[in-house]
Every structure is written in C-alpha cells, then in structure tokens.
C-alpha cells in the first residue's frame, strides 16, 4: 500500500483540494498531516459546498449576522477567513521545516475581478494582508488580466496560486509572469527567497472535453485517445518547467535562493468512471511537482496507487497522442481556451450562489 510520505520522498507533494469546518474541528486534517499532505487548496465550489450543506456554519452565521457589519460578502469572508488560518496554522510546522518551499493553504480571489487586472491586485494585497499568515496562497487565474496582476504581486513578495491553466500556452505565459515577477522583486532590492509560487494545470477537465469530441468521430483510432489527452498534455508542461527552471535566467534567481514555482496538477479526480481511479496521480508523479486532490482520491491511491516518477516517461507516445489528436482536426487550444473562460464562469457562479445562500440564512 502506497504512502503520502513514500510520495513526498520521491519527490512530489500531495495535497488536499478539500476544506470545511467539520474537517478541521473533528481533527480529520491534522491526522492527513501526520499521514504526510503536505499543503491545501480551496476554491469558491469548495466553500460553497462546505458553507450550504449541513449545519456546521449556522452559529457561526449567527454572530457574524448580530456583527457592526454583518452583510454577505464579510460573512462569507470571515468564515472563509478563519478556515484558512486554521489550516495554516496546522501546517506551518511543515512550512518552517522546508523552508517555505511547502505547508501552503490557497485562498481564492473574487472570481468576478479575473478581467480585471487592477482590482484583481487590489483584491489580492487586501486578502493576503487579512489572512495574515505567512503560509498563505492567493490564488489567480492565468486569464489575459491575470497574467500582468500575477507579475506584480510576485514582484510585491505575495505568495501565489496560478490556478486555471489548462495549456502549454497558458503555462508559458505565467511562468514568464513568475520570472519577471521574481526578477523585478530582486531588482527592487528585495529578498526572492521569501516568495513562492505554483502553477495549477488542470487536467481531468481537458479529457472530459476531448473524449467528447473523439466519441463523435468515426474513426475508430480516435478511441485510442479517450482518457489520454489530458495527461500528454500535463507532461508536455513539465517538460517546458524543466527547461524554464533550467535556464540561465533562473539560475541568477536561484543563486539568491529563489524557489522554482512548481506545477500543481489540479482537476485530478476521474471524471470517468470507466478510468481507473488513481490515474491522475499514477501518471502525474514527477520531482518537485504537486497534486492536488480530494479525499476519496486520497483513500483511493492510498489502498491501489503506485508510487513512481512517471513525468518523465513515455515522452515520445505522449507526443504523438497530441500530433494524432491534431491529425483528427481536433484544436486542443481552442478547447483548453473554451475550458479556461468556462472556469472563470463556474467559480463565479459558484460564488454568487455561495453569497445568495448567505443571504438566505442570514435573513433567517
């Protein structure tokens, strides 16, 4: 039976993509600490669900509602707020041991700013200071706006999570942003060991759009594709962090003991139920990466996963799935660009349903 901490020796971290009150107070995340996670991600669906289902933020609401401010939006972000710091507390012991390369919660910016470059920088300075723990991640996404906030914050020492990429292209831009960010803190005069990043590329997602394509071919060969697109396309990213975090520029940067801004693989539970279970961290497996995933996925690779670097493998099929895919007139950019903007879509939503749900139970 496969082991977090067998994970993390091989060079990866796990962490949960999961987070609510229940969780925290019923101790089920300080024993996924000591079983070896590593970090923890959140998102507007997250606290959604953990906030609306069941009755573990009701007193809570309550207070926040008897409060000199208790309107909707500062009830959800105290909630959210206090869940966070929680959290990071629990795994600031692990921060502190790696030196600030691990031990990270994410907190997610409001999805509606993910147009707007300014106030998503606003917004990003704002939390960061409110959270107010030094293992916290705000999470932006790699939209066109996105792309020059993520410069500056990194330039301003903010931890951050770049979350809904799903392209090569979309990689290639935020490590560019990561860089000059770095680059312009340095320059500046400030300290780039203190400052830490992650990639989030999605994966799962990607398979679930292409499949859906490949079953209206006639093309018996496109069958051979389903389920494999999304993890070609995951390597190909970690073959250009290799070489980005291998350059000549990095290497100035690291020289002053900047940290590489590591892939985190997100969107890795099967979506497919036809799938085997654990494939998204199965094949993902690669030094100094991270993956993200919920607890069933946790349980699941836990009792039939394997533990072995697997990024680095078949390299060359990998490829040849992408150049077949093309062959097949499929346009994974135009696809992986359609599931960025739909992201951005679904975490507003999810917001704005997670505010009107607040509102109810405020009013009650």
């Not at 097949?328 to 939503?349: W, Y």
Request: charged share 25%; hydrophobic share 40%; with cysteine.
């Amino acid at each position: 039976m496969p082991t977090l901490h067998q994970v993390s020796q091989l060079g990866q971290s796990i962490w949960l993509d999961f987070i609510d009150r229940e969780f925290l107070e019923e101790g089920k995340l300080e024993a996924l600490i000591d079983a070896g996670l590593r970090g923890v991600t959140s998102n507007p669906s997250i606290f959604k669900k953990a906030i609306t289902e069941g009755n573990d933020y009701d007193k809570a609401i309550a207070a926040l509602v008897n409060s000199a401010n208790g309107s909707v939006a500062s009830i959800y972000e105290a909630l959210a707020i206090e869940d966070i710091r929680r959290t990071a507390d629990l795994l600031r012991p692990i921060y502190d041991e790696t030196e600030g390369a691990d031990g990270f919660v994410s907190l997610e910016a409001d999805p509606e700013l993910a147009y707007d470059t300014e106030e998503t920088i606003k917004e990003v300075r704002r939390l960061f200071q409110e959270v107010d723990r030094p293992n916290v991640m705000i999470k932006v996404p790699a939209t066109s706006a996105g792309i020059p906030a993520i410069t500056t914050l990194i330039g301003e020492g903010i931890h951050i999570n770049v979350t809904l990429m799903f392209s090569l292209r979309h990689y290639e831009a935020v490590s560019e942003a990561y860089l000059r960010g770095l680059e312009r803190l340095l320059d500046g005069g400030g300290d780039v060991s203190q400052v830490a990043s992650v990639a989030s590329f999605f994966v799962s997602r990607v398979d679930s759009a292409v499949d859906e394509q490949l079953d209206q071919l006639a093309d018996e060969s496109a069958q051979t594709l389903k389920g494999r697109i999304g993890i070609a396309n995951a390597k190909m990213a970690y073959l250009r962090y290799l070489q980005v975090f291998g350059s000549p520029r990095w290497q100035r940067l690291a020289a002053q003991g900047a940290h590489p801004q590591r892939i985190l693989y997100g969107s890795t539970s099967v979506k497919n139920p036809d799938y085997p279970d654990t494939m998204y961290i199965d094949e993902l497996m690669g030094v100094n990466t991270i993956n993200t995933v919920p607890v069933e996925t946790i349980d699941a690779f836990c009792e039939r996963g394997t533990v072995s670097v697997a990024l680095t493998t078949k390299l060359e099929e990998a490829r040849q799935q992408l150049v077949k895919l093309a062959q097949l007139d499929i346009d994974l950019e135009r696809i992986t660009q359609q599931l960025q903007d739909d992201g951005v879509t679904k975490f507003a939503d999810a917001f704005e349903q997670l505010l009107l749900a607040i509102d109810e139970q405020r009013d009650r």
